[in-house]
């Protein structure tokens, strides 16, 4: 029997290289064991199969077009939307296309457990966690000549990359810091200043945009990620650090207490550089504080493992057609008992 086919749709492809791009390909893989999957920037009613079952639509504003198309053609499919960083904290609350995302939703998902409370109530109920995931590694061989704080984010405005910056020029002194930070050059302002601060503090270093495989081998090597974005979905870096063992230096918003909960020590409020420098000054003249970071990453890496992640989105895709299969039925049966047939 031919497995049902379901389209996936992502604003970012393979040429992005980002966080969304690297889910739609993770579940995209989770799951052809038991669905078709077509991987599509927009979906069009023209040149869907007419054996397409369900809509999966990563991003409420920048899908929006796909997610009113589908809608239309299909109002008795189901229809799964999966909310972004720049989704819960910015657009759902200031962008009417991406609010008409949300009620036109079978289901929801979010990828960290503080995500379901920027939704208005009457969606919550349709709103289910998926923990993103990824593969676990052994940390790599570290230097003990210096402590090596790594950033990963494409240098925009989301990702604040200025504090790391920042906290560089703080503790450009410190012999025992060394900072290394990973990311497009997205904004040129970003980037100006990435390269002025490069050239102008010897510990400081920017690698520009790298293949992915080489940026996990950076988080490897690294003693400490640090992680300052003003909003967060659930930011694959720190799933990817926890798993190898890498403890996590992040900025106290809702994205990042959802990966890593509410009573994770290694925080600082977010763009305050000088707390950031602080913490990694400890990190890099306390071992028992990076010890207890290792610990508390370690015990929260359970959530990122692939099988959790496969599991959870399969139960939200098969309810979803479950549900959408109900109605149908339902639907079907009103039809056939209506006087006059």
Not at 191 to 197: I, K, L, S
Not at 201 to 217: D, I, S, V
Request: aromatic share 6%.
């Amino acid at each position: 029997m031919k497995k049902p086919l379901i389209c996936l749709v992502t604003p970012a492809l393979a040429a992005a290289n980002n966080g969304n791009w690297q889910t739609a390909k993770r579940w995209a893989r989770m799951l052809s064991s038991h669905y078709r999957v077509r991987l599509l920037h927009e979906w069009a009613a023209a040149d869907s199969p007419p054996d397409e079952v369900l809509l999966l639509a990563l991003h409420a504003r920048r899908s929006a077009a796909s997610v009113r198309a589908w809608r239309a053609a299909h109002p008795e499919r189901p229809l799964v939307l999966a909310l972004t960083g720049t989704d819960l904290y910015r657009d759902i609350h200031h962008d009417a296309t991406a609010r008409q995302s949300l009620e036109l939703a079978d289901a929801l998902i979010v990828l960290q457990d503080q995500a379901p409370r920027e939704l208005p109530a009457h969606l919550q109920a349709k709103c289910h966690v998926v923990f993103q995931s990824s593969t676990r590694r052994a940390a790599l061989a570290k230097t003990t000549q210096h402590l090596n704080a790594v950033m990963v984010g494409h240098l925009r405005d989301e990702k604040s990359p200025e504090t790391f910056m920042q906290a560089a020029q703080l503790r450009r002194d410190e012999v025992r810091l060394r900072f290394t930070h990973i990311g497009a050059p997205l904004d040129e302002a970003l980037a100006a200043q990435a390269r002025a601060t490069a050239q102008a503090n010897p510990r400081y270093r920017w690698l520009g945009g790298l293949a992915h495989e080489a940026t996990r081998r950076h988080i490897q090597r690294a003693h400490v990620l640090v992680h300052a974005s003003r909003m967060e979905g659930g930011a694959h870096v720190i799933m990817e650090a926890a798993l190898c063992g890498t403890p996590v230096l992040a900025s106290f918003i809702p994205g990042n207490v959802g990966m890593l909960g509410a009573d994770y020590t290694g925080y600082f409020p977010w763009g305050d550089a000088p707390a950031l420098a602080a913490l990694l000054q400890r990190a890099a003249t306390e071992p028992e504080f990076l010890a207890a970071l290792q610990v508390q990453c370690a015990a929260r890496s359970r959530w990122f493992e692939p099988a959790a992640e496969q599991a959870a989105l399969r139960r939200v895709i098969d309810r979803a057609l479950q549900q959408g299969l109900q109605q149908s039925t339902q639907q079907a049966a009103g039809q056939h008992h209506q006087p006059g047939r």
